[in-house]
């Protein structure tokens, strides 16, 4: 049986004997904190009253935010306009081996609860402030994930001509919050050489420009303007997806080798390019691309996708179904191996969500908190922080601590 923390949190898991206070909002934050708790980490959310964070009320595509990016991590409701919230505030951080906070530049120095504040009074504090931009000309403006989008060319490589266009996800947001996973857990290790803490800074341009870094050395090589990906001149002849026999559905075939177009050629019967002298190397093959491309399309336009899909995995070809999110719940690969995890969203939807995207040999990783209502955990994380009941009544009676909802 695997032990348990105080809070259900398996006291194995790597990040278990860490505590984190969690200012964040939005995206970026609290995929920075979600890493920490799946891996272990005491993750606690600070909200403000009187209904917590506004994310939890997002519509449109911001629905999903909250319910995905805040499990496994409890939620105390702070008023940090008022001098007993911040003290609170300061009460939780003194106890907490790392702080991680998105808000907007100078927000956090305003309330008195920056890295120098806290760092003074406790050293060994690892502050992770998570902005739009590292240091430098632009650190003060306000930041979006679609706005650094635009303003990193990955828009720009997204789009067709002329029409610049965000990716299908945040991932911008996420791989900021994954570069302050980084950061924090480097600095973790130093500590413990060191024995002090320090700040750590994550952005939302940098994480950008550096997936931004292939396209920028192709422009130095090629000494040419770059295309747009979706009419980019492809490193390869057949690396598209594909109609095939049923209706609406598609299929991504990749030949990206000669050993893969040889394999092609046999489990597809196609003897006739495999000897055609015009298509020997991946060269020639680029240079007939759309001969290629319409003769196999009319060739795969003519196979159920399910056929065309066995065909290609028996024979080695890379593939892939072209599928919607909603698709993913019944992906046979996530569900036989456990990396769908059984969650219960804010509003009561029974559900299964992606799990950590991490397997290690020693540790099995999953869900032990559904995502907390509003200031949830307020009483029992204050309790345990030694203020006693009669205060923590005064401060929720007050509007400090706010009032804790109910799930659902």
């Known amino acids: 049986m695997t032990d348990k923390t105080d809070d259900n949190r398996p006291s194995t898991l790597p990040l278990s ?69 911040i003290e609170a505030a300061k009460r939780l951080v ?23 504040a806290l760092s003074a009074d406790n050293p060994q504090l690892i502050y992770c402030s998570l902005k739009g931009f590292l240091p430098g000309p632009y650190e003060k403006r306000q930041a979006l994930d679609e706005v650094v989008q635009m303003m990193s060319g990955l828009a720009y490589m997204t789009g067709p001509p002329g029409r610049p266009l965000r990716a299908g996800a945040s991932v911008i947001d996420v791989m900021g919050g994954m570069s302050g996973v980084i950061g924090i857990l480097s600095a973790v290790e130093e500590r413990h050489r060191t024995g002090k803490g320090q700040l750590v800074q994550g952005s ?24 747009p990906m979706s009419v980019r001149d492809s490193a390869w002849a057949i690396y598209q997806p594909f109609d095939t026999a049923d209706e609406g559905r598609q299929v991504f075939v990749g030949l990206t080798t000669d050993n893969i177009w040889n394999r092609f050629c046999k489990a597809f019967d196609r003897d006739d390019l495999l000897a055609d002298p015009d298509l020997q190397t991946n060269i020639d093959r680029c240079r007939h691309r759309q001969r290629l491309i319409d003769d196999i399309g009319t060739q795969f336009k003519a196979i159920g996708a399910d056929d065309l899909m066995a065909r290609c995995e028996a024979a080695g070809i890379p593939f892939a179904p072209v599928r919607k999110p909603g698709e993913l ?16 969203l804010p509003g009561g939807q029974e559900t299964r969500l992606p799990g950590l995207p991490v397997g290690m040999s020693d540790h099995k990783f999953g869900l032990y908190a559904d995502p907390a209502a509003p200031g949830e955990d307020t009483r029992s994380v204050f309790l345990d922080l030694g203020y006693d009941a009669g205060q923590i009544d005064a401060l929720l009676a007050q509007g400090a601590m706010g009032e804790a909802k109910k799930k659902g």
């Open 17 to 85: 004997a860490l505590r984190v206070a969690e200012f964040t909002h939005t995206v970026m934050g609290p995929t920075c904190g979600v890493f920490l708790a799946d891996l272990g980490a005491d993750v606690v959310r600070v909200e403000p009253p009187p209904d917590g964070d506004r994310t939890r009320y997002l519509t449109g595509t911001g629905t999903g935010y909250f319910g995905f990016y805040n499990r496994n991590k409890k939620s105390v409701m702070l008023d940090l306009k008022s001098a007993e919230g």
């Open 94 to 116: 003194a106890s907490a081996d790392i702080l991680i906070e998105n808000f907007g530049p100078g927000t956090m120095d305003r309330l008195g609860l920056g890295y120098e």
């Open 204 to 227: 939302l341009y940098e994480s950008a420009v550096f997936l931004m870094g292939q396209h920028m050395v192709q422009s130095v090589v090629t000494g040419q303007e770059l295309q």
């Open 329 to 344: 719940f019944d992906d046979p690969h996530l569900v036989e191996a456990g990396l769908l995890w059984d969650s219960t």
